[in-house]
């Protein structure tokens, strides 16, 4: 079993991470914010943790099509502008977006620094900013650039989501369907009884789904084999978020994307393994409720299918490799559909009753 | 004692780079070069690896001032439009610039592909291409950004040394004396005699240079201690490298550059360690037989100082950290001379008579 990195909550969190910044006090903090959680976040950063009133602020800007290699340049050059050292840290303070560019970003720095994530948004805390994946998009084309690198320490704290848009909620909760799914019938099960933000973003529920992934995560750091089950829904998901970027002048969330990619890899994983009709129902019950019906013409799937030819689990580009459930609670990997399977389950998706049943 | 990389050379090295090669015909194959070494290497490539026919070029520009994060990002795009996969393979086919762009460039396209190096200068043959260090410069600074990756295997065949103009050559020679006087006295001694390039750029020359580095690389493949020893001549060569690329109109070569840095600190060895006047003089009078005498006036040295205080290994951006020799086949490293010892080094260059003696 791989070693994977500590992730701390709660009071002790606050605790075990103002012991951890002192280390590097001399050798120069360096906190990558967006302008979100510089504004939200950092106030309540700097009042638990009052070592990190001196640090240097790097300010980037929100949202997914900031996760350039322009912006990447900009927080390398702010480094070195302030004089970052081999032994100094830095802190991403923020959602997906700043633990991936962050984490590559103090990766590739003087060929590496130490650096720790304080997810702030339910996304980040239950899957972006755990296990060790940093990158940025390359184009439209999303992640294609990054290493494997293990942050000092991940630090759990619910506190700063009572600032989050709800909107945002949801987009992280999708990834807690998806870890439920994988994990067993009895956490899938449970989610479909706390689907107010109130009750998932919560601790215990936080935490819950964290310990899927890293579970998983210990098993196949680097993604050579059973780690592919976090894919499940982010083959079709990536793709129609990449879609709705291009499209759309306000694109869907990460995680409203993801949603319908793990409708429609639900119905493949029906198809081709067995998952059963009631789980497909019940996923497509829950997202229906949950999540805005996203509309997008039948004659977009080649489109579509293009964005999935760049996925980074393909092992030949003509070959779309998919992580699926034989039933939930049991996923496999390096399942190929092929074309047609994959077209039907976007009509799947698209044939389902608008709304609210 | 970490594993390095293996070094292939001669006519088994040819076989051994057919037979790997073959392992990634199915999932895409990939040569870096610059315009010199498609013109001048890549023909020999061909004809002693026919496999190599059907890869993708990607072609770069030559010169240190073209590692720069646009030219990685223009590296990353040509290998996602080439439709690279994570299992395609990278040959690095160039000096120093290409296997440190390249490299880097493998370490992160998605997350991590398979590279080769295949140096086709000498600096790169005893240096560059070896031991996993990539990366790329930040502005003016050198090296600033990267990771350390192994590659699958470095390649040399003195071969490639025919074309290449006779000033890069001496360049490379820098490296092989800075080995050698880390080495022994007798490998620095030894090259007294073998200053012409058909001397110096013949296989077991090479050979014996790479074999102190790999020694040194296997023991620390991190930098975490001994591996800083490498570094002798460096901090105040990479200054002179940066400082002339700011103000000349035709910079000097990396080894002219680090030459001079052997000078300074062996000067500031002999102060500070004890190292003899005469390995001072011996090496003073080598490198102002070969190289060319760099002048820069003295009220410049602030700006060198400023250079120095981006160096890598430098914990504190205050205290400059050099690595030096206690005598020959005695290095040391995490000295720090302070800054009136650097000043008075560089001095003692300038004032060194002009020419061969």
Request: with cysteine; charged share 20%; hydrophobic share 40%.
């Amino acid at each position: 079993m791989y070693e994977t990195h500590p992730i701390f909550h709660g009071n002790q969190g606050w605790s075990e991470l103002n012991s951890l910044i002192s280390i590097y006090t001399g050798a120069g903090i360096f906190i990558l914010v967006d302008e979100n959680t510089s504004k939200y976040c950092l106030p309540l950063l700097k009042a638990n943790c009052p070592l990190t009133n001196e640090a240097t602020i790097i300010q980037t800007e929100s949202g997914e099509s900031n996760k350039t290699l322009n912006e990447l340049g900009k927080v390398w050059q702010q480094l070195s502008d302030g004089k970052a050292t081999r032994n100094s840290l830095l802190i991403c303070l923020g959602g997906g977006v700043i633990s991936d560019l962050g984490g590559f970003a103090a990766a590739a720095f003087k060929r590496g620094i130490d650096f720790i994530n304080i997810p702030t948004s339910l996304l980040s805390m239950v899957d972006a900013s755990l296990g060790g994946k940093t990158g940025i998009n390359l184009g439209s084309l999303k992640n294609q650039i990054g290493v494997f690198v293990k942050p000092k320490g991940v630090f759990i704290f619910p506190e700063f989501l009572h600032t989050l848009p709800k909107r945002e909620k949801f987009s992280g909760f999708a990834e807690m369907l998806k870890h439920a799914m994988i994990d067993s019938e009895a956490h899938f099960e449970s989610l479909f009884f706390i689907t107010e933000p109130e009750k998932f973003c919560v601790e215990d529920a936080i935490m819950k789904s964290a310990a899927v992934k890293m579970r998983i995560v210990g098993q196949d750091p680097s993604e050579g084999g059973i780690r592919k089950v976090l894919n499940f829904g982010h083959t079709i998901g990536h793709a129609i978020e990449t879609f709705s970027q291009k499209n759309d002048a306000e694109p869907l969330l990460h995680g409203e994307a993801i949603a319908i990619g793990l409708i429609c890899e639900s119905y493949i994983s029906m198809v081709l393994c067995g998952l059963s009709q009631q789980a497909v129902k019940e996923l497509a019950d829950l997202v229906r409720l949950l999540f805005p019906h996203y509309r997008f013409s039948g004659s977009k799937v080649k489109e579509l299918l293009m964005y999935m030819g760049h996925d980074k689990k393909n092992i030949r580009a003509d070959e779309l490799n998919f992580s699926l459930l034989n039933k939930i609670g049991d996923p496999v990997w390096d399942k190929i559909p092929g074309e047609r399977l994959i077209r039907e389950s976007l009509h799947f998706y698209l044939n389902l009753p608008k709304g609210t049943y």
